[in-house]
């Protein structure tokens, strides 16, 4: 990516101080930005085609990956939250089954009550 980028600088760059030598842009020098960058441009389009496609399948590949990664966390997220609410809710059974057997084993010390 970054010879992408220096190949791009210098296509943009030779052409301006190319440009600033000759005494016509050195009082337009907005002139000489104008051409320097569509002489760039082209010079980018026309030779720079590998280093623009090896870039973009970089960025594909991490763009992919940065996705595959989002969506495990928040696979693992999702878990972690059905672990803990199956968690909450077993010992919410657990205690409730615990106090209905300390009520009858009370009712049961009581013999004169009715439950």
């Known amino acids: ?13 030779v052409p301006l ?5 000759l005494p016509i842009f050195r009082q337009n020098w907005v002139l000489a930005v ?3 960058a569509i002489i760039g441009l082209a010079l980018s389009i026309l030779f720079l085609r590998r280093p623009l496609d090896a870039v973009t399948e970089e960025i594909a590949e991490r763009r992919a990956r940065r996705v595959r990664e ?5 696979e693992d997220v999702e878990d972690a939250d ?5 968690a909450e809710s077993h010992a919410d059974r657990s205690a409730e089954g615990a106090a209905s ?3 009858d084993a009370s009712a049961d ?7």
Do not use: I, N, W
């Not at 059905?82 to 199956?86: N, T, W």
């Open 17 to 21: 101080g190319l440009f600033m030598l």
């Open 82 to 86: 059905a672990d803990a609410a199956a």
């Open 109 to 115: 010390e009581r013999p004169g009550e009715q439950r």
């Open 34 to 36: 104008l051409f320097a």
């Open 70 to 74: 989002d969506r495990q966390r928040d």
């Open 1 to 13: 990516m970054l010879v992408y980028t220096v190949l791009r600088l210098l296509a943009f760059f």
């Open 101 to 103: 057997d300390v009520r």
